[in-house]
């Protein structure tokens, strides 16, 4: 019953969110590799009003992927629903850093003219994508008692990537070599498109 009334009462502070979240993935497509974010939101975290990003700090490169949900009238529900979205989010830059690593790895070993190597390459990449983000965590929630909305932040550590290209056996030598060797330098590159 509380669903229904959601659906039916349209919440400005939602509509805003999605037009700034949409703008950000218009402009993702354009090329730029970070969501730009400033919702101005008052008293939230940095991270909430800074959004999906390339962060290189004292405790890291990290990546940080931001989500939200909005009121569900389940709030384990609301939660993990923002979580999925801040590890969508997540894998979307993720997804960025290892096109990035691929086309790298192609133009220095010169295989981009295979295409069976470059179709294995491409596979490669997609497995280990998805075998990072299992190595994401949520680190962060915040709830907006203005509107509702719950926002959650998930990261990933460069060193996981690192880690884990170090233990798939299944990897071409050379392209698991390759992106253990240059990840910072990777993390570097891909991170400064965005500023």
């Keep these: 019953m509380q669903w229904r009334t ?20 218009l402009s993702a497509c354009g090329g730029k590799v970070t969501v730009k974010s400033d919702l101005g939101i008052e008293d939230a975290p940095d991270w909430v009003n800074k959004g999906t990003a390339f962060v290189d700090d004292k405790g890291g490169r990290l990546l940080h992927g931001v989500g939200s949900a909005p009121v569900m009238g389940d709030q384990s529900l609301q939660i993990s629903t923002a979580d999925d979205r801040a590890r969508a989010e997540l894998g979307r830059i993720l997804s960025t850093y290892m096109d990035v690593a691929s086309r ?32 994401a965590q949520i680190i962060g929630h915040w709830h907006d008692k203005r509107t509702g909305i719950i926002y959650s932040i998930a990261e990933l550590d460069v060193k ?36």
């Design 6 to 25: 959601l659906m039916r009462t349209p919440n400005k502070s939602l509509y805003t969110y999605l037009i700034v979240i949409t703008i950000g993935l």
């Design 104 to 135: 790298d790895y192609r133009a220095a070993s010169g295989s981009g003219a295979d295409a069976a190597t470059d179709q294995s390459i491409t596979r490669q990449i997609n497995a280990l994508t998805k075998v990072n983000l299992a190595g």
């Design 160 to 195: 996981h990537i690192k880690e884990t290209v170090g233990h798939v056996e299944d990897m071409d030598m050379g392209l698991q070599h390759y992106i253990h060797d240059n990840a910072d330098n990777i993390f570097d590159r891909v991170s400064s498109k965005g500023k």
